[in-house]
């Protein structure tokens, strides 16, 4: 009876040891479960809230300098290159056009805007308006790094003012467009571009402008590829687009120029030159019509769209082995593709 008492009171005795212990530890006062769940998110999304306030500080930034331009043909973006009323924007989006239409984010709009210089082979024209809207900030594009967050602004499918985010997914892509440009060095991105974004613009978190987002990629399966669009880096915006602004054309397009017409073959691999061009590069080697080119720089050329992305990897002056369909090789030095 007496051993059972004993461990009676020390059950006892343990239970308030236990009882004081979390007493101490927690306190009269100490935080309830609810409290703990409403005072950690505070802290948690602050950076949600300042990557939120940063986006609203770049929309309200670009916005005015992005516009629609309108066609007899379609609707497209652009923004402002400069503070002397010119736009930078696609030249598929004007297309042949000697007037278009040019709408501001207020909804101004400049009804007799021009078209002062196109240069397809890089997808870039200059339209200009009798007005000085605010110019747009470009970057150097060449310290754009992969994951950097940006903002694709524009007019996709003629809903005015349209923001889309994601971020670059890499650089230096090649892609070729239906009009058969080939533009290399491309911004991929995962920000969505649909038809009527092409000439807005790409911005960085500094709403600074990275690129003007062109062409989505197109899916094996018909239509676009979610996620997958390209954009023209600013540093060559900056350079063939001043070039148009000043001369109304493009006197050093930077791209390399074999120096023939040519055409994909429709019953073999190859390319066919249909003419070779005097005082170029081709003409000097040797090259004639009929032949047919089978490979450049090492790289095989079966078709025009494959000879024309391996030329937009090239520089003027480089030299470049062409292989000849059963007449050897001959090495070219290219020249520079005329504005």
């Known amino acids: 009876m007496r051993g059972n008492t004993q461990c009676v009171a020390q059950r006892a005795l343990i239970a308030l040891l236990l009882l004081a212990f ?3 530890c927690g306190g009269s006062k100490s935080a309830s479960p609810t409290t703990t769940v409403l005072e950690q998110p505070a802290s948690s999304t ?7 306030a940063s ?12 516009v629609q331009i309108s066609t007899s043909v379609g609707l497209g973006s652009g923004v402002v290159f400069d503070g002397k009323g010119d736009i930078v924007t696609n030249a598929h989006v004007v297309g042949r056009a000697q007037r278009v239409t040019v ?15 196109s240069f397809p082979p890089d997808d870039l024209a200059v339209v200009h308006v009798d007005g000085t809207p605010r110019a747009a ?14 903002l694709a602004v524009g007019n996709p499918l003629g809903l ?20 058969g440009a080939t533009l290399a060095g491309l911004i991929q991105t995962s920000a969505s571009i649909n038809p009527g974004n092409s000439g807005g613009a790409l ?28 954009a023209i880096p600013s540093n060559t915006v900056k350079d063939i687009a001043g070039q148009l602004a ?22 073999a691999s190859g390319v066919l030159v249909t003419r070779v061009l005097p005082n170029t590069g081709a003409a000097a080697a040797g090259l004639r019509r009929g032949d047919v080119i089978v490979a450049v720089a090492g790289d095989p050329t079966p078709t025009l769209e494959a000879l024309a992305t391996v030329l937009a990897r090239e520089k003027p002056g480089d030299e470049v082995k062409v292989q000849l369909a059963g007449a050897g090789t001959k090495t070219v030095e290219l020249g520079e593709l005329p504005g």
């Open 22 to 24: 979390v007493t101490g």
């Open 160 to 179: 005015e003012s349209s923001v889309t985010q994601g971020i670059v997914s890499a650089l230096g892509r090649t892609s070729t467009e239906e009009t």
């Open 103 to 117: 709408t501001t984010s207020t909804g101004k709009t400049y009804s007799s805007a021009r078209v002062v210089g």
């Open 203 to 230: 911005v960085d978190l500094h709403g600074r402008v990275v690129g003007i987002p062109t062409l989505a990629a197109g899916s094996p399966f018909g239509g676009a590829a979610p996620g997958i669009g390209f």
């Open 246 to 267: 000043a001369h109304g054309k493009v006197t050093r397009s930077g791209r390399a120029y074999l120096g023939i017409e040519a055409a994909s073959l429709q019953t």
């Open 46 to 52: 602050q950076p949600l809230l300042t990557l939120q």
């Open 137 to 150: 900030e470009f970057a150097d594009s060449s310290k754009l790094a992969v994951g950097e967050i940006v």
């Open 55 to 66: 986006y609203e500080r770049v929309v309200r930034q670009v916005l005015p300098q992005v």
